[in-house]
């Protein structure tokens, strides 16, 4: 198995072979994400400062549904698991399969949005809405930062197969489907961080 | 439908020694993925309601499922590895971490010593009066 994620280290055999424009863009790429790791830290650290800070309004225990949660880990889960076989499909240079593996994926995300704003709204209605106290704040503010970039992705992602019906398998639309499939998986990792810490953690205990 | 890749007339719009295919693991590697991924979660969702254990053990209990999983998602989906050439892609992966760290444990000590240190709140109301 060759390289995976792209890297700007070459192969010890290829110490020749200069990076190519997959490499860097693919390295530049994991840098972003790693730095929106960070950001996504930043905001897990204000929620669990302000976790107890509800003025006197609802708390974690009296609002989070994990029946919810599960239905959307579920949903982000098997998209990135689809987003994962389409780029099989793509080192396959296989059209059809590639194309159906995405529309299955942006399904799947158009799902956890809509439960995720479905959820948001029912918050609001009851009273608990982002201005109600500090800890409702930070909620809001995580939880959306991380349904904001769903939604960006899912916009890319349309972006993408426009793109890609009109022009196939171009070197420049492999690179971005892989700078795409690395951003819905991170995506999915910083939400096995939210339903941990903020609906199972912050729901039960 | 034509095999784009192999039709000479598209050929220059292919970058020379740009390679992808095979590059993105293994359809098993997803699936064993895929799957660990789905055990891990119903395991969280399952221990944390649980009312026979102590709330602290079912917390770290929830951490060490969470991590694990991130760490599924990094081997199988991200196909992060120790093996050579991604020596820089682990040295960047490892300063991140340790700035996650100091972000997130520095932030819960500090602001946990400012609030076992802030004068009780009716205090400061009567001073203002």
Partial sequence: MS????????????????PTRQHITGFGFYIYLLSDGILFAALFAAFAVLRGATDGGPDSHALFSARNALIETACLLTSSFTCGMAMLACDRRNRIMTLVGFLVTAALGVMFITLEVREFSDLIARGAGPDRSAFLSSFFTLVSTHGIHVTCGLIWLMVLLAQFLGRGFTSAMVRRFLCFSLFWHVLDVVWIAIFTFVYLIGGYL | MTNQLHDPRRENRYTPGLETRGSHGSWRGYVIGYVLAILLTIAAFAIAPAKNMAPFSIEAALVVLAVAQMLVH????????????????????????????????????????????????????????
């Fill in chain 2, 74 to 129: 990094l081997i199988f989906f991200l196909h992060i590895s120790t093996a050579p050439e991604q020596k820089t892609n682990i040295l960047a992966f490892t300063a991140t971490m340790l700035i996650i760290g100091i972000v997130v444990i520095g932030s819960l000590w500090i602001m946990s010593h400012l609030a076992s240190n802030m004068m009780p709140m009716d205090r400061v109301m009567n001073m203002q009066r």
């Fill in chain 1, 3 to 18: 390289v995976d994620v792209a890297t700007l280290d070459s192969h010890p055999e290829e110490d020749h072979v200069l």
